[in-house]
């Protein structure tokens, strides 16, 4: 089996106009995860939580003291679901994605099937994901400062024969914030998953046992790197949304 294949988009099946692909199918196994796994872990069975909900307490505690309230001060609360959400929906399809779900089928069943990939290494996965934050920096600004308000402290205070073109460049610049946040995520979950291609690889060319038992161990070294960067990644997705709806709802930003 190609390893390719798991960052590859597939049809699974079409019902009419509508098409169903793999990486659909890991977006809807992500959410049912999530659905499930957390509402279990933050039951409070004991004054103090422990185990897996703490885990997932303290994340929820850093990412709003540490990361959102900076930027967001007293709106914190107002904006931190968004951010919870957006974290571990990334986190959960990020860890998914490196689960060789292909080859695990493969060895019960020895049938080659492509039913799911990593979805968050699909530019349009990304770019959808980028599309709700960027939508969100426009909707918390004019809901804070009002319509007018908002597009009139888009353009710096400058003499007026500059105040188009400046209101034009800053309007531009958060279209490059919603690019820069589908792009750095698709490339380095991509990035990850074509490094494994090459080190799988080289243990199946590799005659010599020492440099298969070499390459072996590089590929477990960077699927360890690949957890690491697959909770940096989730982590930068959401700081970087955070600030881009902290200059849109301060007014002196």
């Excluded at 019902?15 to 990486?23: C, E, L, S």
């Excluded at 885990?55 to 929820?60: N, S």
């Excluded at 477990?220 to 909770?231: D, P, Q």
Aim: charged content about 10%; hydrophobic content about 60%; proline content about 4%.
């Amino acid at each position: 089996m190609n390893l390719l294949e798991e960052i590859a988009s597939k049809t699974l099946f079409n019902w009419g106009a509508f098409r169903f692909t793999n990486h659909m199918l890991m977006i809807l196994m992500a959410s049912i995860a999530l659905l499930v796994v957390l509402p279990l872990s933050i039951r409070r069975k004991a004054l103090v939580p422990h185990g897996f909900g703490n885990m997932i307490e303290a994340i929820c505690m850093f990412l709003r003291e540490e990361v959102a309230r900076p930027f967001l001060h007293d709106r914190t609360d107002k904006y931190i679901s968004y951010l919870w959400t957006m974290f571990f929906f990334i986190l959960t399809m990020n860890l998914l994605g490196m689960i060789p779900f292909n080859y695990i089928i493969y060895l019960f069943t020895r049938r080659e099937v492509h039913l799911i990939g990593a979805a968050t290494a699909n530019i349009w996965v990304t770019s959808a994901l980028a599309f709700f934050s960027f939508s969100l920096f426009h909707v918390a600004g004019i809901h804070e400062q009002g319509f007018f308000t908002y597009f009139k402290n888009l353009s710096p205070r400058v003499p007026w024969p500059l105040m188009p073109f400046m209101f034009c460049m800053e309007l531009l610049s958060t279209f490059v914030r919603m690019f820069s946040l589908a792009v750095r995520l698709f490339a380095n979950i991509l990035a990850g998953h074509l490094l494994l291609f090459v080190l799988i690889n080289l243990i199946l060319m590799f005659k010599n046992p020492a440099a298969g038992v070499g390459s072996v161990i590089g590929y477990v070294l960077m699927s360890l790197l690949e957890v690491f960067v697959a909770f940096l990644q989730s982590y930068i997705f959401t700081f970087l949304t955070a600030i881009f709806i902290g200059f849109a709802v301060q007014p002196e930003h």
